[in-house]
């Protein structure tokens, strides 16, 4: 039997516990709050694993019922599961702890059904904090149904931390200029998750752009004059722009008052104590009109001191302050700035990432959480394996280090293109490991998570995600800045198409290898339970999109190294760009408002225009 996280203690005993259509779901007098919240999610389990639908009440158990309730014997988040013959029997040491118990006797019930091997589970986690950073920014503007979902799934594996990344997507009220081509996030879909995630011990997190990353907003005409850079306004949108650019100039008094504003307004709709500021990737600070100020103190400190005031912001609104941490990691010593409960997020991505960061941080006496990613910026789907060995190692970091937490992070980048259903393997890892270090193997976990979260009985489709993952060789990260050095003439420089579409044979391989790989998702359709199958769909549309963009990518080789392409072959491409692009569109909008889709328009239609019109023949 698969659980996930794994639990730390597990004693099997004899004998089985049947669940009968007259069993009932009793809460102990003791649960007071959310306890119709932990009962409605176990009834749920239990009609979904067994058929059974049950009945729910309070006060002293009978026979062959499932009791829930409190222990003064366990700590906070810790609980206590216990199976026999005559009844089932969930206790935690806190709210947290008895919804941990319910959701790992779900876990049990989509495997055995309504016969439970009897067993004893106790329970622990190993990282106090384990949280989900979302961008719900740069892309996608995921709809407040598929955020429910997504905090259902951080409750079913026992996260407790919820960030959504927000730059221009919510409405702030005064700031329509910088909102007005989006599709964002009102103060009720905030305040409605909010309470949603609240009944699931889920606290979730404001996260609001302060300082770098304020793209949309430094380019607006009242704004924009609040840039580190000059005319910031006039310039195109542009992908490459929006994560490189847009950092606030700091010498301006008006700055801090309307990042403040910002503040008051987002932060009021949130229940949480704690607020991230973020203040990450300032690439452009000192090199504009903050250049004297860098000059003359230097850009460490100009730094340093507005996310100072920021922080004591907060701290005198009763707020915890967090911001990411790759800044200061050059002046590690500087946190000690920082109001004492300030926390440092220290992030790294790579899947070999080295600790060094980490300890400097700790050394320097900062709180931290540790932040690993689940890898699908930037890709039509999500580097599985990598996001695997980037947060195993970071949650090893994280105990190393005694980090407070772990906030497991999903960037948009270049407009989130993605499914977001791609980044769960990468979410259950993080919520897997974090819990409990001893990590199930890469190849283990995933048919784990293909058997408990997609309902596969085969346990293959992680797996295949991964192999998928494996053939892209023109990513969208390579076709952005091609398209932007071309089409905007002021991308990066050098090197615009990727050495792995170097020779005629890679685009052939690729392409036999995805042709496999979606026959097998056919195949395996079979094994999925009815509610998954529609992900057989999504996983088609991505294969075809590597494919897709792989052709695309090798004609531009060919061109750049004058190898003949017949006209009709690049039309017929075009032509298949854009019919794959309209099923792209309609997944897309499943689950996700219309956010960026028109800036990822943009680049699929230049690209077809691109391929029949400019002559690669």
């Given at each position: 039997?698969?659980?996930?996280?794994?639990?730390?203690?597990?004693?099997?005993?004899?004998?089985?516990?049947?669940?009968?259509?007259?069993?009932?779901?009793?809460?102990?007098?003791?649960?007071?709050?959310?306890?119709?919240?932990?009962?409605?999610?176990?009834?749920?389990?239990?009609?979904?694993?067994?058929?059974?639908?049950?009945?729910?009440?309070?006060?002293?158990?009978?026979?062959?019922?499932?009791?829930?309730?409190?222990?003064?014997?366990?700590?906070?988040?810790?609980?206590?599961?216990?199976?026999?013959?005559?009844?089932?029997?969930?206790?935690?040491?806190?709210?947290?702890?008895?919804?941990?118990?319910?959701?790992?006797?779900?876990?049990?019930?989509?495997?055995?059904?309504?016969?439970?091997?009897?067993?004893?589970?106790?329970?622990?986690?190993?990282?106090?904090?384990?949280?989900?950073?979302?961008?719900?920014?740069?892309?996608?503007?995921?709809?407040?149904?598929?955020?429910?979902?997504?905090?259902?799934?951080?409750?079913?594996?026992?996260?407790?931390?919820?960030?959504?990344?927000?730059?221009?997507?919510?409405?702030?009220?005064?700031?329509?200029?910088?909102?007005?081509?989006?599709?964002?996030?009102?103060?009720?879909?905030?305040?409605?998750?909010?309470?949603?995630?609240?009944?699931?011990?889920?606290?979730?997190?404001?996260?609001?752009?302060?300082?770098?990353?304020?793209?949309?907003?430094?380019?607006?005409?009242?704004?924009?004059?609040?840039?580190?850079?000059?005319?910031?306004?006039?310039?195109?949108?542009?992908?490459?722009?929006?994560m490189r650019h847009h950092t606030v100039n700091v010498t301006d008094k008006r700055t801090m008052v309307l990042i403040k504003g910002m503040i008051d307004e987002y932060t009021a709709?949130?229940?949480?104590?704690?607020?991230?500021?973020?203040?990450?990737?300032?690439?452009?600070?000192?090199?504009?009109?903050?250049?004297?100020?860098?000059?003359?103190?230097?850009?460490?400190?100009?730094?340093?001191?507005?996310?100072?005031?920021?922080?004591?912001?907060?701290?005198?609104?009763?707020?915890?302050?967090?911001?990411?941490?790759?800044?200061?990691?050059?002046?590690?010593?500087?946190?000690?700035?920082?109001?004492?409960?300030?926390?440092?997020?220290?992030?790294?991505?790579?899947?070999?990432?080295?600790?060094?960061?980490?300890?400097?941080?700790?050394?320097?006496?900062?709180?931290?959480?540790?932040?690993?990613?689940?890898?699908?910026?930037?890709?039509?789907?999500?580097?599985?394996?990598?996001?695997y060995d980037n947060i195993v190692r970071m949650c090893g970091y994280a105990r190393k280090y005694r980090a407070e937490g772990v906030l497991n992070t999903d960037w948009g980048d270049?407009?989130?293109?993605?499914?977001?259903?791609?980044?769960?393997?990468?979410?259950?890892?993080?919520?897997?490991?974090?819990?409990?270090?001893?990590?199930?193997?890469?190849?283990?976990?995933?048919?784990?998570?293909?058997?408990?979260?997609?309902?596969?009985?085969?346990?293959?489709?992680?797996?295949?995600?991964?192999?998928?993952?494996?053939?892209?060789?023109?990513?969208?990260?390579?076709?952005?800045?091609?398209?932007?050095?071309?089409?905007?003439?002021?991308?990066?420089?050098?090197?615009?198409?990727?050495?792995?579409?170097?020779?005629?044979?890679?685009?052939?391989?690729?392409?036999?290898?995805?042709?496999?790989?979606?026959?097998?998702?056919?195949?395996?359709?079979?094994?999925?339970?009815?509610?998954?199958?529609?992900?057989?769909?999504?996983?088609?549309?991505?294969?075809?999109?590597?494919?897709?963009?792989?052709?695309?990518?090798?004609?531009?080789?060919?061109?750049?190294?004058?190898?003949?392409?017949?006209?009709?072959?690049?039309?017929?491409?075009?032509?298949?760009?854009?019919?794959?692009?309209?099923?792209?569109?309609?997944?897309?909008?499943?689950?996700?408002?219309?956010?960026?889709?028109?800036?990822?328009?943009?680049?699929?239609?230049?690209?077809?225009?691109?391929?029949?019109?400019?002559?690669?023949?």
């Amino acid at each position: 039997m698969y659980l996930l996280p794994r639990p730390k203690n597990v004693t099997e005993k004899e004998g089985f516990y049947e669940i009968n259509y007259h069993t009932a779901v009793v809460l102990g007098e003791r649960i007071k709050e959310n306890g119709l919240s932990y009962a409605a999610i176990l009834q749920s389990g239990i009609s979904d694993g067994t058929g059974i639908h049950v009945s729910c009440l309070r006060g002293k158990a009978q026979k062959g019922d499932i009791y829930l309730d409190f222990s003064e014997e366990l700590k906070e988040q810790e609980y206590r599961l216990i199976v026999t013959e005559n009844g089932v029997f969930v206790s935690g040491g806190d709210g947290a702890g008895v919804l941990y118990g319910v959701q790992t006797l779900c876990q049990m019930l989509i495997q055995c059904g309504g016969v439970l091997p009897c067993a004893e589970i106790s329970d622990e986690p190993d990282r106090k904090v384990r949280g989900y950073f979302l961008d719900e920014t740069r892309g996608r503007v995921l709809t407040l149904p598929y955020l429910k979902k997504t905090a259902d799934r951080l409750s079913r594996y026992k996260l407790n931390q919820f960030q959504l990344y927000v730059e221009h997507t919510y409405l702030f009220r005064n700031l329509s200029e910088m909102w007005r081509d989006e599709t964002p996030l009102t103060a009720e879909d905030i305040m409605e998750l909010d309470a949603y995630c609240r009944e699931r011990h889920i606290e979730l997190v404001p996260s609001l752009a302060s300082f770098g990353h304020l793209y949309t907003l430094l380019s607006t005409k009242s704004y924009g004059h609040l840039c580190e850079l000059e005319d910031s306004w006039k310039e195109p949108f542009s992908f490459w722009d929006r994560m490189r650019h847009h950092t606030v100039n700091v010498t301006d008094k008006r700055t801090m008052v309307l990042i403040k504003g910002m503040i008051d307004e987002y932060t009021a709709l949130f229940t949480s104590d704690k607020f991230n500021i973020c203040a990450d990737e300032t690439f452009d600070l000192g090199k504009g009109k903050s250049k004297e100020a860098a000059e003359r103190d230097g850009i460490h400190r100009i730094y340093i001191n507005h996310v100072k005031e920021l922080c004591e912001y907060l701290v005198e609104k009763k707020k915890q302050p967090m911001f990411w941490g790759d800044i200061i990691c050059g002046e590690p010593e500087l946190v000690r700035e920082l109001p004492e409960n300030t926390i440092c997020l220290t992030w790294g991505y790579a899947p070999e990432q080295r600790e060094h960061v980490c300890r400097l941080m700790a050394e320097a006496g900062a709180r931290q959480y540790l932040c690993p990613g689940v890898g699908g910026w930037n890709r039509w789907m999500n580097l599985i394996r990598s996001s695997y060995d980037n947060i195993v190692r970071m949650c090893g970091y994280a105990r190393k280090y005694r980090a407070e937490g772990v906030l497991n992070t999903d960037w948009g980048d270049c407009g989130h293109i993605n499914h977001p259903e791609y980044s769960v393997p990468g979410l259950i890892y993080g919520a897997a490991f974090s819990w409990n270090p001893q990590a199930p193997a890469f190849d283990e976990i995933n048919r784990q998570i293909s058997r408990l979260e997609f309902r596969d009985s085969s346990g293959q489709i992680v797996g295949l995600m991964a192999e998928m993952a494996e053939q892209s060789l023109y990513n969208w990260w390579d076709a952005v800045i091609f398209y932007e050095n071309n089409a905007l003439r002021h991308a990066p420089e050098g090197e615009l198409l990727p050495t792995r579409l170097r020779g005629e044979t890679a685009c052939r391989d690729a392409a036999a290898a995805l042709k496999t790989i979606s026959g097998d998702i056919k195949k395996a359709v079979v094994s999925l339970d009815g509610g998954q199958k529609e992900l057989a769909e999504a996983l088609l549309i991505t294969a075809d999109a590597i494919d897709i963009w792989n052709e695309v990518g090798a004609l531009i080789w060919k061109r750049e190294n004058q190898i003949e392409v017949r006209q009709e072959d690049a039309a017929a491409l075009a032509a298949r760009l854009e019919n794959w692009f309209m099923y792209y569109k309609k997944l897309w909008r499943t689950i996700s408002r219309e956010g960026d889709l028109h800036h990822v328009s943009e680049i699929v239609f230049w690209y077809a225009d691109f391929l029949r019109d400019r002559g690669l023949s």
